[in-house]
């Protein structure tokens, strides 16, 4: 019982040590280590490239969630830091065939995008 008793307070004092924080929507969350970018999309057109970038970006490990905003051309992407850098999230847009901020698409697989993504 005591036990118990010991393990319920250590997990109220786990829940409640992060309740109160703000992350930064740029770093690393000291307490998930849940980090989120935005990446700049610019051959980014319809939203067939977005389920496109949708599917390559849900095979990576480490990445949590995406978001896409079609008009301003970006993704905005929550990815575990421990597991996963910025610089890997972009050669995963460049190997889907779309550019990734400064990251040049992979033209081969550009080439066989369908036509409204070209």
């Given amino acids: 019982m005591k036990t118990k ?6 997990l109220f004092l786990a829940m409640a040590a992060g309740c109160g924080k703000s992350s930064s929507f740029q770093t690393p969350s000291k307490s998930s280590d849940v ?45 575990i830091a421990a597991r996963l850098d910025v610089g890997k999230i972009r050669t995963a847009i460049s190997n889907a065939g779309y550019d990734a901020d400064d990251v040049k698409r992979d033209s081969s697989v550009y080439q066989d995008l369908p036509e409204c993504c070209k």
Avoid: H, M, R, Y
Avoid at 5 to 10: D, E, H, K
């Fill in 5 to 10: 008793l010991i393990s319920v307070f250590v």
């Fill in 35 to 79: 980090a989120v970018a935005s990446i700049q999309l610019p051959t980014l057109k319809c939203n067939t490239c977005v389920k496109t970038l949708t599917t390559a970006l849900e095979s990576v490990d480490g990445i949590e969630s995406t978001e896409f905003d079609l008009k301003g051309k970006k993704a905005t992407v929550k990815f």
